[in-house]
């Protein structure tokens, strides 16, 4: 069992940025995937960015078009913890974000994620 726990979203005005926090727990393993969805009222759950690693590759990221370029992704090992940087805020980045790991290679798809955290609202306004 993994546990994933967020912190660090809030109010934040267009243009801000916001820094979210997943610290995970339990079991682990030498290739693992974690990443952040989010997901709007009324709207499907969506990918946002991933981070995988394993024996070989130490931190390959994968970022939305929606979010390229204003997102940064990054794991601190010793920590356990993955962290979105999010600049550059719109209000259609608003929705709760959630962090979600699996073993193995990363998805986009939020089906193939076993594991999630309890989710943090991000709120951009204009």
């Known amino acids: 069992q993994v546990q994933l726990v967020e912190s660090g979203g809030g109010l934040v005005q267009a243009g801000g940025s916001l820094r979210l926090s997943c610290a995970a727990s339990?079991?682990?393993?030498?290739?693992?995937?974690m990443a952040w969805f989010r997901q709007a009222p009324g709207k499907e759950r969506e990918f946002v960015s991933a981070?995988?690693?394993?024996?070989?590759?130490?931190?390959?990221?994968y970022y939305a078009d929606s979010v390229k370029g204003r997102f940064t992704i990054s794991r601190d090992s010793p920590k356990n913890t993955v962290y979105l940087q999010m600049n550059n805020l719109k209000p259609e980045d608003t929705a709760v974000y959630y962090c979600?790991?699996?073993?193995?290679?990363?998805?986009?798809?939020?089906?193939?994620?076993?594991?999630w955290g309890q989710g943090i609202q991000v709120t951009v306004s204009s």
């Open positions: 339990g079991r682990t393993s030498s290739s693992y995937a």
């Open positions: 981070i995988y690693w394993n024996g070989r590759w130490n931190g390959n990221t």
């Open positions: 979600a790991a699996k073993f193995g290679y990363w998805d986009s798809k939020y089906l193939e994620y076993n594991y």
